[in-house]
């Protein structure tokens, strides 16, 4: 027997303004009956507030008839370290202010993390891309 009342949710990493179909967007969504030009319409206009090519987080919640809610959860804390360090190797005190700065601007995207899971992501990246001891060296 169908349940009716039974939603189904899935993680989606899409950049903010550029979404197109494509077949990973297809096979996930697809399969539920959820119209995907709809789907990346909506999507499309409520990620504006965002940088265009930011990758975000989206969560969908999809219905029994094929009916879907979008939230937005935003860009991952990696991901904004990423921007930031531009995959450089080494770390040095510049590149420390500007990661202090970048954080300062989306801290309204940051908000939902605890500053204790922020400062483990942010500690963790620093060493595995280089000895953070380098960072504080003129």
Do not use: W
């Amino acid at each position: 027997m169908v349940n009716f009342f039974e939603k189904k949710f899935i993680n989606l990493q899409l950049p903010s303004q550029e979404a197109v179909v494509g077949q990973s967007i297809n096979v996930a969504l697809g399969q539920f009956g959820v119209n995907i030009v709809q789907f990346l319409k909506e999507f499309n206009e409520k990620s504006v507030v965002y940088p265009s090519g930011m990758i975000l987080n989206t969560v969908v919640s999809i219905s029994f008839d094929g009916s879907f809610e979008l939230l937005i959860k935003g860009p991952s804390i990696l991901y904004l370290l990423k921007c930031v360090l531009n995959s450089k190797k080494s770390l040095n005190q510049k590149d420390l202010v500007l990661l202090l700065f970048f954080i300062r601007k989306y801290r309204k995207d940051l908000s939902k993390f605890s500053d204790f899971a922020l400062c483990k992501c942010i500690i963790g990246s620093f060493k595995s891309r280089s000895n953070i001891e380098h960072a504080f060296e003129k």
